[in-house]
């Protein structure tokens, strides 16, 4: 089974490459969709989605510079995302409920990331890829395995940012009958009636030596399973897991389980062995998708108490930008149901504000519009600024749905950051 330890820190990387492209350059068209196909209507949902969009957007460049270049990148995604995914034949096939694609012919870049997570509908032609989904799906998933038990075989699922990325599934000799040749009635009837579970229960089981022998055979798989569970675990940092099975067996299994991994179940659910596996991994991931979220909660209530207290924390876009710029954010906390609106870059010494200016207070160079929330997250992803996105946090919508954690001690010497070729100047 081939297995790669550093899924995340790739899409890590990935994402860190489309936050750090340079504004100058050819215009890049951002593209996520909500795939998740419940029905035909949800499909034309889409379909109609990028179709007006497109539209729309080959209007606002028709006799315009880089026209050509926009209407060949709308033609590919239109090809991509209207035929490939609309037209899927089987949607219990899919294993990804949201996509996004960055298109920019003139920088030959046709990137696309899958997620067993939906994306919101967005679809912009700008001067840089817009990250803040990837941001969010980037926090939102550790790695995690998900296991589902049963007597004779096990299914573990390894899912990181939402998809599965590799499935596994062991399958172990259980006997249905004893070896000392009992091949009677008995045998038989606990081959029709009884499953795995019955069996670890000890049910149904009259003759003493057979549910023994049973039994040991049982623990002997889960134990093997637990085993392979572990050697696939240690690869990950600190991964969640997620059991799935009948109780009983899940107790046997918890038992044989070294304690450090023990202490990595988050989630316990009864599921049938044969559910298909989107069903396994799609009720795995919403477990785990609802407990980040109240830890990012409770974390930006953290942030702002210590911030009031006179703590390490920034609040509002003012402090944050400042100290995003000053790359002095640890970590940087995003509300993505606040409207944090637009603001502006300044062309020649990339100081970024918010609301508009027409040229820059500081250098008096000209100034690009640009979307406040998603130059923020690009800027903090290329500084290697943790980026934590919540969604109408109560407290965090009266700070314009900005914060940050600044870094201990003395700044760190970054050279480079950003995409400019120097460090901003401070706008103080
Ligand atoms: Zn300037």
Known sequence: MALTPSHIDEFRQAVRNLATMSPDGPLVVSLYLDARWLDEHQRDRVRLFVENRSGELRAAYRKRPHEDEIAHALDWLERRAVNDLVSQANPEDVDSDGFAFFVSPGRNLYSVVRSRTRFENEMEVEEQPRVLQLAHLLDHHSPAFVVLVDGRWMRIFEVALGGVVVEAEIEQYLPDRVDSGDRGPFAKRF??????????????????????????????????????????????????????????????????????????????MRMDSKAPRHHVVGAAAKALLGRTDRSRSLEVDGVIGEALGGGLSVLGTEDTLLALQESRLYSLYLDLGASIGSGWRCEQCDVLGRKAELSCPFCRGGTTTVDLAQEVARRAISKGTRVVTVRDHVRLRHFRGMAGTLRHGISPITGGVGYAGHEPLPPT
């Open 191 to 268: 081959q029709a009636a009884k499953g795995p579970a019955a069996l670890a229960r000890g049910e149904g089981m009259s003759q003493m030596r057979h549910q023994r022998h049973i039994r040991d055979h049982l623990e002997h798989n889960l134990k093997t399973a637990a085993s392979v569970l572990t050697r696939l675990a240690v690869l990950e940092t600190d991964p969640d897991i997620v059991l799935c099975g009948e109780p009983e067996l899940r107790a046997v299994f918890r038992r044989e389980m070294p304690s450090a991994l023990r202490s990595r179940i988050t989630h316990e």
